[in-house]
């Protein structure tokens, strides 16, 4: 190879220097902390929310059941003929209609209060 070709192609092709450290890996500045930080809140506050939404008889609460001479409150899907069979006892037509009675109408509304006779 001549000098001048030599000389040539190191002008347009210079030699590459190796430098010192890790260069491959560089420090996240503070745009890249906050993104974190805001991610990983957002992330917390989902799992929290979930949390908070799981009934709580999926983490071992108990259910009410009406018992007589007490007040119960009415749930959604609850209907006459199901909290007088959950009472209990030999007639559960006769606690049907008495709870009518005491309702003034068949129709149940959830949130309703009602004293089981």
Do not use: C, Q
Request: aromatic share 4%.
């Amino acid at each position: 190879m001549s000098v001048a070709l030599e000389l040539e192609y190191d002008t347009f092709y210079p030699r590459l220097k190796v430098i010192g450290g890790n260069p491959g890996k560089v420090a996240p500045g503070t745009p890249a902390r906050r993104r974190r930080a805001v991610v990983l809140a957002g992330m917390t506050a989902v799992a929290l929310l979930v949390v908070l939404m799981l009934p709580l008889r999926a983490l071992g609460g108990t259910t009410v059941t009406p018992t007589a001479g007490r007040e119960y409150v009415v749930r959604s899907g609850d209907t006459l003929a199901s909290i007088a069979a959950r009472v209990g006892g030999r007639n559960v037509a006769g606690l049907e209609r008495r709870l009518a009675d005491e309702v003034g109408s068949t129709v149940l509304v959830p949130g309703e209060h009602l004293l089981i006779p």
